[in-house]
């Protein structure tokens, strides 16, 4: 346990390092106190939420398997909030204007920019960047909020998916009221493809069609570009999605929490995952940071993305020394909402949810992995978490029971088998499928690599999320510009 002296003395540190001018030193210190709150906290309320009935076994320990305070998550989302609250005014520019002047518009713009020119250096957010703040502390509350009442009430997976649809709302209706960009820049590979630039007229045909449709019966415009929009011949060449991209913004804000949740069961496994993306996001965002040469707009969005994840860490690390093997706490649903949420919102308002989707690579290939069970193609049991052998404390893979084998589940088993992707028991007689390998990663690092214990499983699925993590910034900033004829890191290839 952390001594009371090393405590104060982090507080202070913490506390004399706030800048009111910096606020990449600001969050630093922020994130140290949200560090301490949460270490401190989390041991002092364990004993409440056990009281209440949030509590769970560790069934992947030798007996006797105490009872554990669980939807700890809580804490650090809880924690983490009122941070976000207090950063506020260290983060945006405060700018005023005299009494005199309140009724004339040109005084008070010039008042306005006089005062910003004064502490541009300090790269603070103007005023208006302040709405899309809000809104994402507003969206992280509501989800919050569902994951705490999933945790208590144990909602079935079918109606839990779409509920971080329901809390992104604020998050998409600021962004359509204060940035409403939607179009994309299309690869070069699809216009140079035979027949490239004629299918990219009928999509862009069919989306000013849906458009149209959309703005007749709700008034409202989701266009970015003119109505009358074409694809140009020069590149880049962009098309506009118009209602699609806010169909796909919202499809990313249930994805990417919900991937959180699916990747999950062993100690340290939630927290770690999200802790490695943390340290993802923030070496790219870093990479633009340190550059002269971005534009005022990449730099804003991605000290955006900062001032979010830095915090986020924080908190993070202090419940993972809880959560880490042999886990004294569990983190619950409410947790892997969160953080789910927290990294949509940084790529949606942070202008690079495409780029947020690479470093998901490995919780995508775990939900398409997954796909045959959670659609019930083939039998799901309701945790598929990986097996313990109590004899020698290692984690082998579950196996699900196929009782009534079909032509599509049969074949979907032997296509994974022959690629190694599951392992398979059958019928010494008949050879009939038995049972298999349930269908996560987990599961499919231990039939590739053997039992291990549950610690050094975590490790290599950390390992795995960071490395890949890694090569996607580099495939970002070199492939990319091979791909869309342009980038907007100075290091990248042009």
């Known amino acids: 346990m952390m001594s009371r002296v090393l405590k104060l003395s982090l507080s202070v540190g913490a506390i004399m390092a706030i800048a009111p001018n910096n606020p990449v030193r600001t969050v630093v210190a922020f994130s140290v106190i949200g560090y301490l709150i949460t270490y401190s906290v989390i041991p002092r309320v364990g004993p409440s939420f056990v ?11 030798r007996p006797p398997n105490p009872e ?4 700890m998550g809580l804490v650090a989302a809880t924690t983490y909030l009122f941070l976000m609250f207090g950063l506020i005014p260290f983060i945006f520019f405060k700018y005023l204007v005299s009494f005199g002047s309140l009724a004339n518009d040109e005084v008070m713009s010039e008042n306005y920019k006089t005062q910003y020119q004064s502490i541009k250096d300090n790269k603070l ?3 208006n960047k302040l709405a899309e703040y809000l809104s994402g502390i507003l969206c992280l509350q509501s989800t919050t909020l569902l994951g705490l009442l999933d945790d208590l009430f144990d909602i079935r997976w079918r109606h839990k998916f779409f509920l971080p649809a329901v809390a992104s709302l604020p998050l998409l209706i600021v962004y359509y009221v204060d940035f409403s960009v939607t179009s994309i820049v299309i690869p070069s590979f699809v216009t140079d493809f035979p027949s490239g630039s004629y299918l990219l007229s009928v999509v862009n045909s069919f989306v000013k069609f849906s458009n149209h449709l959309v703005t007749s019966i709700t008034g409202l415009s989701f266009r970015t570009l003119q109505t009358d929009y074409v694809v140009p011949d020069q590149i880049p060449k962009l098309i506009d999605l118009g209602i699609f991209y806010y169909v796909y913004m919202s499809a990313v804000s249930i994805f990417s929490p919900n991937s959180i949740n699916i990747l999950a069961g062993v100690n340290g496994l939630e927290v770690g995952q999200s802790v490695v993306l943390a340290l993802i996001f923030l070496v790219n965002d870093f990479c633009y940071l340190l550059s002269n040469n971005i534009s005022q707009a990449a730099h804003d969005s991605h000290l955006f993305s900062v001032i979010f994840v830095v915090p986020f860490l924080g908190v993070s690390l202090a419940l993972l020394q809880y959560n880490w093997f042999p886990a004294r706490v569990f983190v619950g649903d409410t947790y892997c909402y969160f953080s789910g949420m927290v990294f949509a919102i940084v790529g949606i308002l942070g202008h690079f949810s495409k780029t947020l989707m690479l ?4 919780q995508v290939i ?21 097996r313990f052998n109590a004899e020698d404390g290692l984690m082998y893979p579950s196996f699900g029971n196929l009782e009534k084998p079909t032509w599509l589940s049969t074949s979907i088993l032997s296509i ?8 398979l028991e059958k019928d010494p007689k008949s050879g009939k499928i038995k049972r298999f390998s349930n269908m996560t990663i987990i599961n499919l690092c231990l039939v590739w690599f053997g039992p291990m214990r549950e610690d050094k499983l975590c490790l290599l699925l950390l390992a795995i999320q960071f ?3 890694l090569c996607m910034i580099v495939f970002r900033h070199t492939v990319g510009p091979w791909l869309f004829g342009y980038d907007n890191l100075s290091w990248g290839v042009k």
Do not use: W
């Not at 009281?51 to 320990?61: A, M, Q, T, Y």
């Open 125 to 127: 957010f103007p005023h």
């Open 51 to 61: 009281k209440i009935g949030l509590k769970g076994r560790d069934l992947s320990k």
């Open 467 to 469: 490395i890949v993590g």
């Open 416 to 423: 994974l088998d022959a690629f190694k992707f599951i392992k």
């Open 366 to 386: 775990n939900f398409m992995y997954s796909v045959p069970q959670l659609f019930h193609i083939i039998p799901c049991p309701r945790h598929r978490l990986p």
């Open 359 to 362: 470093f998901l690579i490995p």
């Open 68 to 71: 554990l305070p669980e939807t």
